[in-house]
């Protein structure tokens, strides 16, 4: 699944509230294990896989990036 593909699939969740849990749907939709969540910390290598969530200050889900 290329990052368009995997917006596609995403779309649904964008101003959703964040919960941990999303993660587990985020690989299960998209294929990726590597999903980081807002305020969580990762490397600095670039990934193509890994899949960053996007929130605003009121928790919200607003969309993601990748690498």
């Known amino acids: 699944m290329n990052n368009d593909e995997a917006l596609q699939a995403l779309a649904h969740l964008v101003d959703t509230p964040y919960e941990p849990g999303v993660k587990a749907t985020i690989s ?37 990036s990748f690498g």
């Open 28 to 64: 299960a939709l998209t294929g990726r294990t590597r999903v980081v969540g807002p305020n969580e910390m990762s490397t600095l290598e670039y990934d193509i896989n890994r899949v960053h969530i996007r929130t605003d200050a009121n928790g919200l889900i607003k969309g993601f």
